[in-house]
């Protein structure tokens, strides 16, 4: 019998692959709710300071890309946990930038931070670039051109680099898939590298047109992964976008959700079918659960889960 999948709890690893931590606020006070839980493993993704001042230079970046940094060594040393580290400009910020800094400034700012990311990622100090993409709300047309225009020479950039790359766009079903993967194609990008984040819980490939996904776990998400997962075309993970900000505490997913959904999805796979389950055994489920919290994040992100 395996002592990773006990009655329907598992035992083993268990990654958020996408979760945000601010010094200022809970920081390790959500770690260790998180860990409490029996997390292992988490992306820590860099943070905008969308209510201070952006940067507005390569050393305004390399600052805030510091504190990334700094905050995850603190949660290994606090925790012992495995934590990697996303690096980037977020889309948002470029477009709150054209106010101020113009369409072509902004740009060439985002894209030197984009490139102080990857130096990082070469260094070995960072391991994926993002989040980056595009602005997620109705803009202008010229804005949005920009923004596509923007995101394949980012792509192209990670290609070059060799690195995966966490995208936030918009929530447009399987169209905006499609469109990613038309531009990860052009950028010679592999698709299996390219990682929509705050992703809907269909991880079918005719969904996902072969792109790896960390899925918000939300309520009802269960169900579709259940659905879904056979015919998956690429990784995919569990994330809670948490965003470690008092002022928006339902704006997202706390730091349990995803040893939470993690044990909902093992229970609903083993349930016999005749009961309204899906009536998988017990060694395939823990071969899927090692895949989406270990071995899967662990070749994305060059990161032992």
């Known amino acids: 019998m395996s002592d990773l999948l006990v009655d329907g709890l598992w035992h083993g690893p268990i990654t958020d692959q996408h979760i945000h931590l601010d010094r200022g606020n809970r920081f390790l006070a959500a770690v260790d709710e998180f860990t409490r839980c029996g997390g292992t493993g ?33 949660v290994k040393q606090a925790y012992g946990i495995t934590v990697g580290v ?16 113009g369409l072509a400034r ?8 984009v490139d102080l990311a ?19 709300y109705p803009v202008s047309e010229e804005a949005w051109s920009a923004a596509n225009e923007m995101l394949l020479e980012i792509m192209q950039s990670a290609a ?6 966490q995208l936030h766009v918009e929530d447009n079903g399987d169209a905006t898939y499609a469109e990613l993967a038309e531009l990860a194609t052009k950028a010679n990008l592999p698709l299996s590298r390219t990682i929509r984040h705050y992703a809907p819980a269909n991880v079918s490939g005719d969904f ?5 996904c960390t899925v918000s776990v939300g309520s009802g998400s269960v169900q579709a992964l259940c659905a879904s997962h056979a015919s ?15 002022r928006r505490p339902g704006a ?37 659960m090692l895949n989406i919290h270990s071995r899967w994040p662990s070749e994305l992100y060059g990161v032992e889960f």
Request: charged fraction near 25%; aromatic fraction near 6%.
């Open 42 to 74: 988490l992306m820590l993704v860099h943070k905008p300071g969308f209510s201070s001042d952006l940067p507005t230079d390569r050393a305004g970046y390399e600052q805030v890309y510091a504190e990334t940094l700094a905050m995850a060594e603190d």
């Open 86 to 101: 996303v690096l980037g400009p977020h889309p948002v910020a470029w477009h709150h930038q054209m106010e101020s800094l």
């Open 106 to 113: 902004s740009t060439e700012l985002h894209l030197e931070a």
């Open 118 to 136: 990857l130096e990082h990622i070469e260094e070995g100090t960072a391991h994926c670039l993002g989040e980056v993409g595009r602005p997620h």
């Open 160 to 165: 070059g680099a060799g690195t995966s790359i």
């Open 208 to 212: 996902t047109h072969g792109l790896a």
């Open 232 to 246: 998956a075309g690429a990784y995919w993970g569990m994330e809670t976008d948490y965003l470690d900000d008092p």
């Open 252 to 288: 997202v997913l706390g730091p349990k959700t995803i040893p939470k959904r993690t044990n909902e999805l093992c229970r609903a796979l083993l349930k016999p079918e005749n009961e309204g389950g899906y009536g998988m055994e017990v060694s395939e489920v823990e071969e899927l």
